[in-house]
């Protein structure tokens, strides 16, 4: 539109004879272009206003994107910071677990040795040996007889526990007992 307004005003001014015409057809070239100039003016500024609120809004969006980021951040360090302790946690109680397991066999060991050195410790580990053996046949019952001094043998083939009583096993626990030779004779004859 705005160029049909000018070719018309153009015709004009050069069809004009008068110095009036002149000047008032290139009055009205110059408030068009000046006109079509302020209307283009003010949609640039309309424009730059929007990208300006466009831009602000980005900028808040990012700002929250970045918030969100840092807060973000702050808890995968605490995360890392948890895991790291549990960690520590972890090697210290597998350290103190091994510690204690080192302990454990270091006093096992010192109490075999002990056994070993006294008759009466080699007998437990004998008597040890046929109660290991014994749990390979008999059931939970029969063990618990045993232990109480109550197993009688069902089958009438003898035992190799009728032969001590509950005082010789106490007497062999207190390191007092005197017939380990015949006991052990005893025991072997009713093994075999």
């Known amino acids: 539109m705005l160029e049909q307004n000018l070719r018309v005003l153009v015709q004009e001014f050069k069809t004009a004879i ?3 015409d002149v000047r008032r057809t290139f009055a009205d070239i110059a408030e068009l272009i000046c006109i079509r100039a302020m209307q283009e003016l003010d949609y640039a500024v309309e424009r730059g206003n929007i990208a300006e609120q466009q831009g602000d809004y980005a900028k808040e969006q990012g700002d929250y994107a970045k918030e969100q980021g840092d807060y973000a951040r702050e808890q995968g360090d605490y995360a890392k910071g948890q895991g790291d302790y549990a960690g520590e946690q972890t090697n210290a109680a597998l350290t103190e677990i091994n510690s204690a397991m080192l302990r454990i066999s270091d006093e096992f060991s010192s109490l075999q040795e002990a056994l070993r050195a006294t008759e009466s410790g080699a007998l437990l580990l004998e008597i040890n040996k046929l109660l290991q053996d014994m749990y390979r046949t008999a059931t939970d ?5 045993i232990i ?4 009688v043998d069902e089958d009438n083939e003898g ?3 009728e032969a001590g009583s509950i005082q010789d096993i106490d007497d062999i626990i207190e390191g007092t ?3 380990y030779e015949e006991l052990s004779v005893t025991m072997i004859n009713a093994i075999t």
């Open 159 to 161: 035992s190799i526990f």
């Open 141 to 145: 019952e029969d063990i618990d007889k």
């Open 148 to 151: 109480d001094g109550l197993y």
């Open 177 to 179: 007992y005197v017939g």
């Open 18 to 20: 008068y110095g009036k």
